[in-house]
């Protein structure tokens, strides 16, 4: 059973930083990844989707890297901004989506 | 861009009482995807349907629970008598390749059972 785990729960930066988020899953067998962004109450914004046979992907600020054999991604944020603080969720997809638990960023001004 | 739409935005119901989901696929995809998040938790896989029939289920997604495509457009999910512990919020997600490239997903429904 695929278990996705990331670290850390929370993190907590000042405007600015560039920070890296980690998540790490147990069966490689992979379709893609992805990383999204959830606000209070809110719903799931798709960051970035890398695919099995890819090893990373950037939008703007955001560069997501996948290394498949060790089962580990990250996602780098650089020049954190206030706008940024949400919870950022790992999901690994082997026919269905399994997700992270996240991890709450929170930039301060 | 398309996107997928989900109804209500917030549901309130009587413990007992029925209550259906509903949301509306991507037109062109052909995978459709339950998830449920509970406050404070991890979102969770509830099932898959392709074909006119669920493909995969979780353990979560008991008899209770019943999803179906009415029509071309919708995609719905039925939980016959809520509970306490189903107050969560509801995720649709289609795919046109079975995830292959993704799921989309829609801004969710938030199911509170008083």
């Known amino acids: 059973k695929q278990e996705v785990t990331q670290i850390p729960a929370a993190l907590s930066v000042p405007e600015g930083e560039n920070l890296v988020l980690n998540c790490s899953f147990t069966?490689?067998?992979?379709?893609?990844l992805q990383w999204f962004r959830q606000d209070p109450g809110k719903g799931l914004t798709s960051l970035l989707l890398?695919?099995?046979?890819?090893r990373e992907q950037t939008s703007g600020r955001l560069n997501a890297s996948l290394d498949k054999s060790s089962g580990r991604s990250t996602l780098y944020i650089a020049a954190s901004q206030p706008g940024d603080s949400a919870t950022y969720l790992c999901?690994?997809?082997?026919?269905?989506?399994?997700f992270g638990a996240g991890t709450r960023l929170t930039v301060k001004p | 861009e398309p996107e997928v739409t989900q109804t209500p935005s917030h549901q309130v119901t009587q413990m007992g009482q029925e209550v259906i989901l509903r949301c509306v696929p991507i037109s062109n995809h052909l995978y459709f995807y339950w998830y449920r998040q509970i406050l404070g938790q991890k979102v969770e896989f509830l099932v898959s349907?392709?074909?006119?029939?669920?493909?995969?289920k979780s353990e979560i997604f008991d008899d209770q629970f019943s999803v179906e495509r009415p029509d071309g457009s919708n995609f719905t999910l039925k939980i016959r008598s809520t509970k306490l512990e189903d107050s969560a919020m509801y995720f649709c997600a289609s795919s046109p390749t079975g995830g292959i490239i993704g799921e989309y997903f829609g801004p969710g429904t938030r199911l509170t059972v008083t």
């Open positions: 999901a690994v997809d082997n026919n269905d989506m399994r």
């Open positions: 890398i695919q099995s046979s890819q």
């Open positions: 069966d490689s067998a992979i379709y893609n």
């Open positions: 349907f392709y074909n006119n029939e669920i493909s995969e």
